[in-house]
């Protein structure tokens, strides 16, 4: 049973947002977020007392959106995989090759959900293994709910937002984050200092989606393309990196 004044509640939320963005194409973001089948899957979080109320918008990707809510803890992240769009180009490549998602191509719904339960998978895989990343409270369908990163009730900044004061430690931080999510039988894919947040002077990894398993094809050319982001970007910042000395500091050996 559905609990009627919470689904109001949530109506006129949604309602709202899409009042609000005055902005045409932004409407039409959240237009396309909100479908029909996104609303109930958003109903199911709340009836089973996941998620509590949803906020605002933090940010629109261009497969998701990022929204602020609360659950009866505090605060909590909300990341919508949208359903109606047809930028979902670039999800495939990375599902191929993934035992895990065998059989499940060629519908578009099926694998927006799958992507967002990949992620899931991903970020619950590597809070298991001491990662630093947000800690995953729930998922449904195509809406995955998490630790909410903020400083002084802001979401946290991107790392490459940030002036860091001690880059050279912050390197080690995310070099120790690599070892683990290599310890952990991972990939992240994207790693760079767009999708780490910087939270009390420590970099809190995001966005694990395209997270692959060592055993995917592919799994050694992000590993190298991620190891030479993040060499690049401190070496910018004047910190002396060695891409063959992260492979052996996150790999052993
Ligand atoms: N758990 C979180 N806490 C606070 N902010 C978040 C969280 N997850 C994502 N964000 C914000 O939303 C943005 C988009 O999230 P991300 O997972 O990188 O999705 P994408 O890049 O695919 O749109 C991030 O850059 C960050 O600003
Ligand atoms: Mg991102």
Redesign the pocket.
């Known amino acids: 049973m559905l609990d009627e004044k919470k689904m109001r509640l949530l109506e006129s939320k949604i309602d709202a947002f899409r009042i609000r963005e005055k902005d045409s194409d932004e409407r039409k973001v959240m237009d396309e977020v909100f479908d029909q089948e996104t609303l109930m899957s958003l109903y199911k979080l709340f009836n089973d007392g996941i998620v509590d109320t949803l906020e605002y918008s ?9 929204f ?1 809510g609360t659950t009866d803890e505090g605060e909590c ?1 909300i ?1 919508i995989y949208r359903i109606s769009t047809a930028t979902f180009k670039n999800i495939s490549k990375y599902i191929v090759g993934d035992p895990r998602f065998k059989g499940i191509l060629g519908n578009h719904k099926k694998t927006v959900m799958a992507w967002a339960q990949k992620e899931f998978k991903n970020l619950n895989r590597m809070y298991d293994a001491d990662v630093n990343v ?1 800690e995953p409270l729930g998922l449904h369908n195509n809406i995955l709910v ?5 400083v002084e009730g802001h ?4 790392l490459k937002d940030v002036r860091l004061p001690a880059p050279t430690k912050v390197f080690r931080q995310v070099v120790e984050s690599m070892r683990l999510i290599d310890e952990s039988d991972l990939v992240h894919g994207d790693l760079s200092e ?2 780490m ?1 910087m939270r009390e002077g420590e970099p ?1 990894i ?4 395209q997270a692959v398993t060592l055993g995917h094809p592919l799994a050694q050319e992000w590993f190298i393309r991620d190891v030479t982001n993040i060499a690049n970007y401190f070496s910018r910042l004047g910190v002396r990196t060695d891409v063959d000395k992260m492979i052996k500091k996150i790999r052993g050996g």
């Open positions: 933090i940010s629109t990707g261009k497969e998701g959106n990022v602020l992240a990341k947000p998490m630790e909410y990163i903020s979401p946290a900044p991107l767009y999708n947040l809190v995001i966005d694990v989606g």
